[in-house]
């Protein structure tokens, strides 16, 4: 919002409606890689980080035409107003990304806010990479595995490490696809 080229950043979230996505859980299981597929049922909404170029200007919108196109967002889009977009952010990515099973995830706490978050980092990414810097957000730094160089030219992730990581919670309601 402090580089000057944009106005302010602006979101539209969206539900889209409960959704069951499948997902991957990678586990060790007797010193052996098991992938097993599960499901979770989630309310799926979405969101978009947009804004507009500095100078130029959103119009004011009657009431009629705000609730004929469903807000701000709807009318610059119908009336051919140039927005600047991040990539749409949804629950159902979260899910797929592993960022919603995580242990103590905000996302199954705080939907709204992560929403917004991921798609304003997706949003600068995109567009302003330079004001950026490569630097990424505490969830994204969260979203890694811890690996250590190993001497030999490789890496190694300490498996006993993640083992003791608290499991995820109960009420994420997964079911085993196979079942």
Not at 105 to 119: C, E, F, G, N
Not at 136 to 150: I, L
């Amino acid at each position: 919002n402090g580089c000057g080229r944009f106005s302010p950043l602006r979101f539209e979230l969206s539900d889209l409606g409960d959704k069951e996505v499948e997902y991957s859980v990678t586990e060790w299981v007797n010193r052996e890689r098991q992938t097993r597929k599960l499901r979770v049922t989630v309310q799926n909404q979405q969101c978009i980080a947009w804004t507009v170029e500095r100078g130029t200007i959103i119009p004011q919108f009657d009431l009629a035409d705000l609730k004929a196109y469903g807000g701000l967002y709807g009318c610059c889009k119908h009336f051919g107003i140039p927005l600047v977009e991040s990539p749409a952010v949804s629950m159902e990515m979260a899910v797929k990304e592993g960022w919603y099973g995580k242990s103590s995830s905000k996302w199954q706490t705080m939907p709204d806010v992560m929403l917004r978050y991921r798609a304003a980092s997706f949003f600068g990414k995109l567009h302003a990479p330079e004001l950026l810097m490569g630097l990424q957000t505490a969830e994204e730094v969260r979203d890694f595995v811890d690996a250590r160089p190993d001497g030999s030219g490789g890496y190694s992730v300490d498996i006993d490490a993640m083992r003791m990581r608290p499991k995820p919670p109960a009420d994420l309601a997964q079911v085993d696809a196979t079942a």
